[in-house]
Nanobody, 122 residues
Framework: QVQLVESGGGLVEAGGSLTLSCAASGRTLSRYNMAWFRQAPGKERKFVAG????????YYVDSVKDRFTIARDNGTNTVYLQMNSLKAEDTAVYYC???????????????WGKGTLVTVSA
């Protein structure tokens, strides 16, 4: 079992920055692909960024490329999402996921955190 806890969300003005953290306990994150998903009000949860277990390959949805950066620190069992140049449309609950399968889909994640809310004011 893996327990994931997200933190770092909050209210920020458009153009600002936030760094989300996902701290894991139970098992080392180095065993898993890690991803951030987000769910805007009234919408489905969608992939934002992911980093693979092997090779540390990084992937992003087009709308956040060049603005968001995902990173993992296997030593501290933490995954980060650095978010710059935030836009109102980035407003959502951000969830951290850990899994061994498809990094881009919810079904590929075996474990989830409870989420952290990011609100970007226009």
């Amino acid at each position: 079992q893996v327990q994931l806890v997200e933190s770092g969300g909050g209210l920020v003005e458009a153009g600002g920055s936030l760094t989300l953290s996902c701290a894991a306990s139970g098992r080392t994150l180095s065993r898993y692909n890690m991803a951030w998903f987000r769910q805007a009000p009234g919408k489905e949860r969608k992939f934002v960024a992911g980093i693979t277990r092997i090779g540390g390959n990084k992937y992003y949805v087009d709308s956040v490329k060049d603005r968001f950066t995902i990173a993992r620190d296997n030593g501290t069992n933490t995954v980060y999402l650095q978010m710059n140049s935030l836009k109102a449309e980035d407003t959502a609950v951000y969830y951290c996921g850990a899994g061994g399968a498809n990094i881009f889909t919810m079904s590929g994640m075996d474990y989830w955190g409870k989420g952290t809310l990011v609100t970007v004011s226009a």
